[in-house]
C-alpha cells in the first residue's frame, strides 16, 4: 500500500497488512472536475451501514480516540460492551482487522504467546461470543504476522499469516458467529488491479476455501479514484479474483481529491456496471473519519466527519446499487452517549452518533436532507417567484455538489443579504429548507443564523422564526452540505423573506418551501 506518511511502500504488492485507512490515503488528485448534469439512476433510498472493523492494537496516534492509549485494551467486558452497541446501531457484520500483533496473539494461541491475561477470556473469544448473542456475523484476520506493516512479499511473513489462518480454522470453524474470512490484499486500482495482487488474492482464497468451505472471504482495497475503468484489462483482472465480496474503499475520509464527492458518484457507478458482470458481491466502505491534526499523518488522530458528508458518502454508494455499506471505522467515530466505554473524541462523537441514529430512525430533517442528495425533494416555489436574476437559481430545483466551483451555487459574499419571495398568492407556509456548503479551507461557511419573514402585501414583514445554521468543528480539509429546516410554520403568507448575516463567503443552492420526499 502506497502512503503518504514517509512510510516507503514495502515490496511490490502494496499489501501491507495495515491499518485500512492507510491504503485508502495514498495519493491525490486535486482535480476540480465539476460535474455539470448527474446522470446517475437515482436510489428511491439511501442504506444504512451495516459492517464495520474491529481493531484490537493501539498502534499510533491515528487510534487516540478509538483504542485505550496505555491501558488494558485487552478486556473482554469493553469489547462485549461495544459489540452490544455496534449491534444496536444495526451493525450485522463485523471484520477484525487483526487478531495478533509483535508476535503475540489476541486469542488462545499455541504458536504465539498471548497479549491477554491468561485468567480472561481473549478478546476474539469475547467478540466472537458477544456476536453470536446478537446474529451478528464476524469477518476473521489472517494478521497481523508481525505488525502493521506486514510485507507479504517476505516469505515468512506469509508463512506466519497461513500458520495463524490454519490454527484459526482449528479453533473457530464451528462458531455460530463466524462467516468469513478478511484477506488483508489491501492493493490499488491503480490504474488496475495488479496480477501479482489477483495472485495473492487467489492463494489466501485458496486456503480459506480449503480449510473452511462455508466461509465467505472478503477484500477492501484501494484506489477507485485512480482506477481505469476504460483500459480492457481492467475489468479482466477484476474477473479473474476468486473472492465472495470486494469492500471498496471510497477514500473520502483519506482526501483523495480536493472535493472527492462528485467524482466518486461517477466511479461507483462505473464500478457497478463491472460487477454487473462479475459473480463477485460489491460493497461500499464507507470512510467515517476525518483528521485532527495533518491528514494521512500516523501522528494525527482520526476524529468523525459531519453527518452531512457522511450521509451524502451513504447516498452515493446507494445510487450505485451497493449490495451492503460498510466502514472501517464506526467505535470511537460514532460512539453512544450512554455507553459505558466512550473511546470516541469527546462530545462530536456523541453527535455523529446522534445524527446518525435520528437518520436512522426517520427524523424528518434528515430524511428531508436525504431527498436533496438523491434529487427526489419537491418544492412549491418556481424561479419567477424571485425577482432578482441572480438568485433565481435558487428556487430551480438544481442542486449542487460538495464543490466550491459548482456553478449551481449562489454565492453571497460578507454582509448582510435578504431573499424575497413572492408566493404570488396567500399560501399555507408550513416548512422551508435551505441548503448551503460548508468548506472551511477557502472560508466558505453557513450563516450562524437564518431569519424567516412573512408578508401579506410585500412591504410589512412580520418575524415569523430564526433558526441556527448546524455547527460542526471538525473542518479542516472537508467539504459537505448543510441544511436549516424550518419546520411546522403554520402561517398563511405571500411573501416570504429570508434574511442572514454572512461573517464568511456563503454559497446556498436552493431554498425549499413546503419541501416533501417524493
Not at 292 to 300: V, Y
Not at 437 to 452: F, G, H, S, T
Request: glycine residues 4%; negative net charge.
Amino acid at each position: 500500500m502506497k502512503r503518504n506518511l514517509g512510510v516507503r511502500m514495502l515490496g511490490v504488492l502494496g499489501v501491507l497488512v495495515t491499518f485500512l485507512i492507510i491504503s485508502a490515503c495514498a495519493g491525490s488528485n486535486t482535480s476540480n472536475e465539476v460535474k455539470e448534469v448527474n446522470t446517475l439512476k437515482l436510489a428511491s433510498t439511501v442504506q444504512p451501514i451495516t459492517g464495520t472493523w474491529i481493531n484490537l492494537a493501539y498502534k499510533d496516534v491515528r487510534n487516540k480516540y478509538t483504542n485505550p492509549q496505555n491501558f488494558d485494551n485487552t478486556d473482554p467486558k469493553l469489547w462485549e460492551a461495544k459489540v452490544r452497541e455496534l449491534a444496536d446501531m444495526g451493525i450485522e457484520y463485523l471484520v477484525f482487522m487483526e487478531v495478533a500483533n509483535e508476535g503475540k496473539s489476541f486469542y488462545p494461541s499455541k504458536i504465539m504467546p498471548w497479549l491477554y491475561n491468561k485468567d480472561m477470556k481473549s478478546p476474539v473469544d469475547a467478540i466472537l461470543d458477544e456476536a453470536a448473542k446478537h446474529d451478528v456475523k464476524v469477518f476473521m484476520s489472517t494478521g497481523w504476522a508481525k505488525d502493521q506493516d506486514d510485507n507479504l512479499l517476505d516469505p515468512a511473513i506469509k508463512e506466519r499469516q497461513l500458520q495463524i489462518m490454519e490454527e484459526l480454522a482449528s479453533i473457530y470453524k464451528n462458531h455460530k458467529a463466524f462467516y468469513g474470512w478478511y484477506l488483508p490484499v489491501e492493493d490499488c486500482l491503480c490504474p488496475i488491479f495488479a496480477e501479482h495482487a489477483v495472485q495473492s488474492v487467489n492463494a489466501l482464497t485458496e486456503k480459506a476455501k480449503a480449510l473452511t468451505p462455508d466461509k465467505k472471504t472478503l477484500i477492501s482495497p484501494y484506489g477507485i479514484g485512480l482506477s481505469e475503468f476504460d483500459n480492457p484489462d481492467y475489468e479482466k483482472q477484476m474477473s479473474k479474483l476468486k473472492v465472495d465480496i470486494i469492500a471498496y474503499q471510497d477514500e473520502v475520509g483519506c482526501l483523495r481529491d480536493k472535493f472527492t464527492l462528485p467524482r466518486l458518484k461517477k466511479n461507483w457507478q462505473r464500478m457497478r456496471d463491472i460487477h454487473n458482470r462479475l459473480n463477485i458481491e460489491m460493497w461500499a466502505n464507507c470512510e467515517t473519519f476525518t483528521w485532527e491534526e495533518g491528514t494521512n499523518d500516523r501522528q494525527s488522530a482520526l476524529i468523525p466527519a459531519a453527518y452531512s458528508r457522511l450521509l451524502s458518502q451513504q447516498a452515493a454508494a446507494s445510487v450505485a446499487g451497493v449490495d451492503r455499506i460498510i466502514s472501517f471505522m464506526f467505535g470511537g467515530i460514532i460512539e453512544n452517549p450512554k455507553s459505558s466505554y466512550q473511546l470516541g473524541q469527546p462530545v462530536w462523537s456523541n453527535d455523529l452518533y446522534n445524527n446518525y441514529m435520528a437518520w436512522k430512525n426517520g427524523d424528518t430533517y434528515w430524511k428531508l436532507f436525504e431527498a436533496t442528495l438523491l434529487e427526489k425533494l419537491s418544492n412549491v416555489a418556481s424561479p419567477e417567484m424571485i425577482a432578482e436574476f441572480g438568485y433565481k437559481a435558487l428556487l430551480d430545483g438544481q442542486v449542487a455538489e460538495e464543490n466550491s466551483k459548482d456553478n449551481r451555487w449562489v454565492k453571497f459574499e460578507q454582509g448582510h443579504h435578504e431573499i424575497l419571495i413572492d408566493l404570488q398568492k396567500m399560501t399555507s407556509l408550513q416548512d422551508i429548507m435551505i441548503r448551503t456548503l460548508n468548506y472551511n479551507p477557502e472560508k466558505i461557511a453557513p450563516p450562524l443564523k437564518v431569519y424567516i419573514y412573512v408578508s401579506e402585501d410585500g412591504r410589512n414583514y412580520s418575524l415569523l422564526s430564526i433558526k441556527d445554521a448546524p455547527y460542526f468543528p471538525n473542518n479542516k480539509y472537508d467539504a459537505w452540505i448543510d441544511g436549516v429546516l424550518f419546520e411546522k410554520l403554520n402561517e398563511n403568507a405571500h411573501y416570504v423573506k429570508v434574511a442572514f448575516d454572512a461573517p464568511e463567503k456563503v454559497y446556498m443552492d436552493e431554498i425549499f418551501i413546503n419541501p416533501a420526499a417524493q
